[in-house]
């Protein structure tokens, strides 16, 4: 279902008119509001009274988180404090937090993507959802919240964690959709199955997951355990939350829609900044359309991932891929540039993998190293005759398969990504799980020594 099938089948040269004219509002409007945006014009030699769109903005310089954190709290704000309808936090997840406000048009915006994103989702109103997406200063919550109502959805405001009090919901309440993180998603799909809860005593029938990236082999273990159809919700603080962009339920795996006619994307070379052709990865950078409170130009969002047009009949808008990873969570391991999703990658392609596993990056001497620690897939490990839950390295010794899987693992790793790491396999539940919020599946303990 489409929610505004006129804004989401836009024609693209209308598509492009609406996006010039709202681009040059926007620079207008900050040009006589805020003295951030009033210098980097100077800068860039922009006047916006001759600031022709579109082909003008990539003479602009990025918009970095350190340029949130230099302004803090409410520096980069375009209205008085008293017409901001309410404040969020990004989650911090790589380093403080950044502060962000809206006004209550902005929300009505917040809530029409959202709603947008909920309906290609496959949601459609009077379907109850439940909301596992934190509540409070992270935009995850209150923004898919919102967003729900404002597409006639019931909601069930549960927020993230209490998996008890969850399980218990889905089973009470019945609801069809969940929202959750995925690595969260992951819990639920486990804790049903181990807990033996008959799949019929729920009723989910659609997932949409976000805040943190998330792999095929992901996908596939929520949508088996939880008997649903997963997709992709993508989103940021500091140009909205979640809703930017969001993958159609009948589409899956071929990216997620922008809704373009509020943000703008590029997508540019994480090194020279220009921009890349399309279909390439490289950092994308949105400008805001309409925003009124904190519109943001060119914000360097540090998350990897490529834009293209030609995928579908169903709407105009353009396409992300899925994130590859942000800038921040690159590791550099003797000159090699990876992201840990090369890794769930490789996982993915391999049958008795689970999903769940972690990178950790050490130092020995001057030698930086890294092993992969994953769980073993149950059915394997019952097959085998071993206690899934306590694999130990000796288990691995004593057992053919094991050895072959570690082998096989590592070998891919080494041929893909042209680095030896040592492999771990564990035992079911033996690496840490989503608590309800985002989980960290990288730990860099270089720094620290
Ligand atoms: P923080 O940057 O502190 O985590 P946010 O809560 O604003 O704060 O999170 C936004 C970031 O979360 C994005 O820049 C991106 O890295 C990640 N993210 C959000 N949605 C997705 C998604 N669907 N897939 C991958 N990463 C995502």
Redesign the pocket.
Known sequence: MLFQPDIERLPLPQLRALQNARLKEQVAYLAARVPFYQRRFAEAGIDPATFRGLEDLTRLGFTR?ADFRDNYPFGLFAVPEAEVARLH???????K??VVGYTAGDLAIFSEVVARSLAAAGCRPGMKVQNAYGYGL???GLGLHYGAERLGLTVIPVSGGSTDRQLQLLQDFRPEIICAT?SYAQVLAEELHRRGIAPEAINLKLAV??????SEAIRTQVQDGLRVAAT???????IL??GI?QEDVDERGTG?YIWEDHFYPEVVDKDTGEPVAEGELGV?VFSTLTKKALPILRYW???ITNIYYHHSVKRTHVKMG??RG?ADDMLIIRGVNFFPTQVEDIISGLAHLSPHYQVVATRRGSLDEVEVNVEVAEPLLRELGLATTALTAAHVAEHDCLRQLQGQFAKKIKDNIGLSMRVNLLGCGQLPRSEGG?LNRVRDLRELK
């Not at 936090?89 to 380093?95: E, N, P």
């Open positions: 988180k936090c990004s989650s911090g997840t790589t380093g937090a950044t992270f935009t995850g995925p997951l976000g805040a943190e990236p998330w992709n919700i993508y989103g940021l603080s500091e939350g979640p962009s997620s994308l969002t540090g998350d899925p994130i942000r985002k």
